[in-house]
């Protein structure tokens, strides 16, 4: 706009206090930015993926339920928000019945002890010239203890199934892919329970894109 002021930002995101003039943004090519909001932060370089490093390797799950174990868990740093766009868990072998997914999230860093990331990643969704996560991702392939949620936790998502192997029934595949995803503001906690009769065995890929905490605030 004649005699306006239009910006070109990277790594870094405008934050103006409410009810002021702000200015139009930008990319390198002098393209306004208008794309889906997660889908401009992917680009920036800072949407970032936890999963299975090689297909076909799996992670093992739990026989019932315990507050302190979940399968999966992705802890975000203070200064950092989290926004959890889309898990899923894909069930290769489940021999007992009664089969679950519950998907939640916390208003602290639960992680205690255990659940390494062996056989799994956390990497960037832009290929190159990606951001640093401030996340911590574990999974179940050795048992994760976390601190139990108790009054503070949120249940985002509950799927059951009783089943057998999948010999007698397909595998089910979970998706999670929620149309207003949460905000998890740093220190903070997403988990995933994954349990059945018999401990399940599954694959899963969990995503986020990550924004300064400092731009939620006034």
Same mark, same amino acid.
């Given at each position: 706009?004649?005699?306006?002021?239009?910006?070109?930002?990277?790594?870094?995101?405008?934050?103006?206090?409410?009810?002021?003039? &702000?200015?139009?943004?930008?990319?390198?090519?002098?393209?306004?930015?208008?794309?889906?909001?997660?889908?401009?932060?992917?680009?920036?370089? %800072?949407?970032?993926?936890?999963?299975?490093?090689?297909?076909?390797?799996?992670?093992?799950?739990?026989?019932? *339920?315990?507050?302190?174990?979940?399968? +999966?868990?992705?802890? +975000?740093?203070?200064?950092?928000?989290?926004?959890?766009?889309?898990?899923?868990?894909?069930?290769?072998?489940? !021999?007992?019945?009664?089969?679950?997914?519950?998907?939640?999230?916390?208003?602290? !860093?639960?992680?205690?002890?255990?659940?390494?990331?062996?056989?799994?990643?956390?990497?960037?969704?832009?290929?190159?010239?990606?951001?640093?996560?401030?996340?911590?991702?574990?999974? &179940? =392939?050795?048992? +994760?203890?976390?601190?139990?949620?108790? !009054?503070?936790?949120?249940?985002? %998502?509950?799927?059951?199934?009783?089943? !057998?192997?999948?010999?007698?029934?397909?595998?089910?595949?979970?998706?999670?892919?929620? =149309? %207003?995803?949460?905000?998890? +503001?740093?220190?903070?906690?997403? *988990?995933? *329970?994954? %349990?059945?009769?018999?401990?399940?065995?599954?694959?899963?890929?969990?995503?986020?894109?990550?924004?300064?905490?400092?731009?939620?605030?006034?």
């Amino acid at each position: 706009m004649e005699g306006g002021t239009t910006l070109v930002r990277g790594v870094t995101l405008p934050k103006y206090p409410n009810d002021s003039d &702000g200015s139009i943004s930008l990319d390198s090519m002098g393209n306004l930015i208008d794309c889906d909001w997660i889908q401009a932060r992917i680009n920036a370089g %800072y949407g970032f993926n936890f999963a299975n490093i090689t297909p076909d390797t799996t992670i093992t799950g739990s026989t019932s *339920y315990a507050a302190t174990d979940p399968a +999966i868990l992705v802890q +975000i740093a203070s200064g950092t928000t989290m926004v959890p766009f889309y898990v899923n868990i894909a069930l290769e072998d489940s !021999a007992g019945v009664d089969n679950y997914v519950v998907i939640g999230c916390d208003t602290a !860093a639960l992680y205690a002890s255990g659940g390494g990331t062996a056989g799994s990643a956390l990497n960037s969704l832009r290929t190159t010239g990606g951001g640093t996560s401030a996340a911590t991702g574990y999974n &179940g =392939k050795t048992a +994760i203890v976390m601190t139990d949620p108790g !009054a503070t936790e949120r249940t985002l %998502y509950n799927w059951v199934n009783q089943f !057998a192997d999948v010999a007698t029934d397909p595998p089910r595949v979970i998706v999670w892919e929620p =149309k %207003y995803p949460p905000v998890l +503001i740093g220190p903070a906690t997403l *988990y995933v *329970y994954v %349990y059945g009769g018999t401990a399940p065995e599954f694959q899963y890929s969990v995503q986020w894109i990550e924004i300064p905490t400092a731009n939620f605030t006034q």
